[in-house]
């Protein structure tokens, strides 16, 4: 090998070792700060709003719940939503394909 391929070699390795960190399109993270209307009230900073359909006719049941440390909240549906943050709806992991978050709503299947 001559000088001129080794040197080749060494730059095609530093190259490719400068750049090879993922890089994933990750969700942006909702922010958790200040109030957030649910139903006719309110949730506080740093809580999500819980819609639950319990069912036909039954109306829709508000809740709030507050987000466990570590745990972060973006728009998603179904399974691609975080264990975190479907936790608190009743039917969840059952019907976790009707589940949603969009912004800092939370909406939960059916039971």
């Known amino acids: 090998m001559t000088s001129v391929s080794r040197f080749?070699?060494?730059?095609?390795?530093?190259a490719c070792s400068s750049h090879s960190a993922a890089t994933v399109d990750a969700p942006l993270a909702t922010p958790l700060a200040g109030s957030v209307?649910?139903?006719s009230g309110s949730c506080a900073s740093g809580q999500l709003c819980y819609a639950?359909?319990?069912g036909v006719d039954a109306g829709v049941a508000y809740s709030c719940d507050t987000v466990p440390a570590g745990c972060t909240v973006f728009d998603c549906r179904g399974s691609a939503c975080p264990p975190c943050v479907l936790d608190p709806c009743g039917a969840y992991p059952d019907l976790v394909e009707l589940d949603s978050?969009?912004?800092?709503?939370?909406g939960c299947g059916g039971e």
Not at 8 to 14: K, Y
Not at 101 to 106: A, D, L, Q, S
């Open 8 to 14: 080749a070699v060494c730059l095609a390795i530093a």
């Open 101 to 106: 978050v969009m912004g800092r709503m939370v």
């Open 52 to 54: 639950q359909y319990p």
């Open 37 to 39: 209307g649910c139903g």
